[in-house]
């Protein structure tokens, strides 16, 4: 039951997007603040009569939600692009660059404001993504997600291997110091459970930044800054003490 109010959450968000509708509408439907709003929806707590009251606004019946949510239950998400399919993503950046903002929830209408793309090139775009099975391209150029919550890029597979080798210099040009970035470089000596540990922390934070991600898809645009998260942990030693290391 849980897994399924879960899912309705999900496409309330999704319909909410399509609408063009954001969190700060729904406080003034439902007379509540927008933090309180956000409360309800990150918690999947919105009462019968709240959501009724949400979809009225966007025109719709709970049953229309309904009806969606079982349509997209039918459509296995993708999880993971296969070594070819992340090949054809990565050698072609403006492809890639799509793909990164589809996934986060862009529309076609956001693709053309932001870049210098048309109608035809962004659906020629969608087309190819259609193909690989990450979105459904709808009519009036609507896009419907097909990943999985759990898609992740291959390990080690053509796109981290395109940001190794492109992006991560340019990733690193910063000083870290500006209120919308951080960078903390710890050192110590693991033990192997420890370490074991450690890495269980990483996933579990890299998750919760998913869901914080997946909170946000129904604010509009403008209200969302891209934002990288790069997790690395590895046993290393620092080539520059070669010289004075004993094998």
Same mark, same amino acid.
């Given at each position: 039951?849980m897994?399924?109010?879960?899912?309705l959450?999900?496409?309330?968000?999704? *319909?909410?997007?399509?609408?063009?509708?954001?969190?700060?509408?729904?406080a003034?439907?439902? @007379?509540?603040?927008? #933090?309180?709003?956000? &409360?309800?929806?990150?918690?999947?707590?919105? *009462?019968? $009569?709240?959501?009724?009251?949400?979809?009225? %606004? %966007?025109?719709?019946?709970?049953?229309?939600?309904?009806?969606? %949510?079982?349509?997209?239950?039918?459509?296995?998400?993708v999880?993971?692009? *296969?070594?070819?399919?992340?090949?054809?993503?990565? $050698?072609?950046?403006?492809?890639?660059?799509?793909?990164?903002?589809?996934?986060?929830s862009w529309?076609?209408?956001?693709?053309?404001?932001?870049?210098?793309?048309?109608?035809?090139?962004?659906?020629h775009?969608?087309?190819?993504? !259609? &193909?690989?099975?990450?979105?459904?391209?709808?009519? %009036?150029?609507?896009?419907?997600?097909?990943?999985?919550?759990?898609?992740?890029?291959?390990? @080690?597979?053509?796109?981290?291997?395109?940001?190794?080798?492109?992006? #991560?210099?340019?990733?690193?040009?910063? &000083?870290?110091?500006?209120?919308?970035?951080?960078l903390?470089?710890?050192?110590?000596?693991?033990?192997?459970?420890?370490?074991?540990?450690?890495? &269980?922390?990483?996933?579990?934070?890299?998750?919760?930044?998913?869901?914080l991600? @997946?909170?946000?898809r129904?604010?509009?645009?403008?209200?969302?800054?891209?934002?990288?998260?790069?997790?690395?942990?590895? @046993?290393?030693?620092?080539?520059?003490?070669? !010289?004075?290391?004993?094998?």
């Open positions: 039951m897994a399924q109010t879960a899912q959450m999900s496409v309330l968000k999704q *319909s909410l997007k399509l609408h063009g509708f954001c969190y700060r509408d729904v003034q439907q439902l @007379n509540l603040s927008e #933090a309180s709003v956000k &409360r309800l929806f990150s918690g999947n707590g919105l *009462s019968l $009569a709240r959501l009724d009251n949400v979809c009225q %606004m %966007m025109g719709l019946e709970i049953s229309d939600l309904v009806v969606e %949510m079982n349509q997209q239950a039918k459509v296995a998400g999880s993971q692009l *296969s070594q070819s399919q992340e090949e054809e993503l990565a $050698a072609d950046p403006v492809l890639l660059l799509v793909a990164v903002c589809v996934l986060n529309t076609l209408a956001e693709l053309m404001a932001h870049y210098h793309l048309n109608v035809t090139q962004c659906i775009y969608l087309a190819i993504l !259609d &193909r690989l099975k990450l979105i459904t391209l709808l009519s %009036m150029n609507r896009i419907q997600l097909r990943v999985a919550a759990n898609f992740t890029w291959r390990q @080690n597979g053509p796109i981290q291997q395109f940001f190794q080798d492109k992006l #991560a210099a340019d990733f690193f040009d910063t &000083r870290f110091d500006r209120d919308h970035e951080q903390i470089v710890i050192n110590g000596m693991l033990t192997a459970s420890a370490m074991q540990i450690f890495q &269980r922390k990483c996933r579990q934070l890299a998750q919760e930044f998913e869901e991600n @997946n909170d946000d129904a604010l509009p645009l403008g209200e969302r800054k891209g934002t990288t998260i790069v997790l690395a942990a590895r @046993n290393w030693q620092y080539g520059l003490f070669d !010289d004075v290391r004993k094998s």
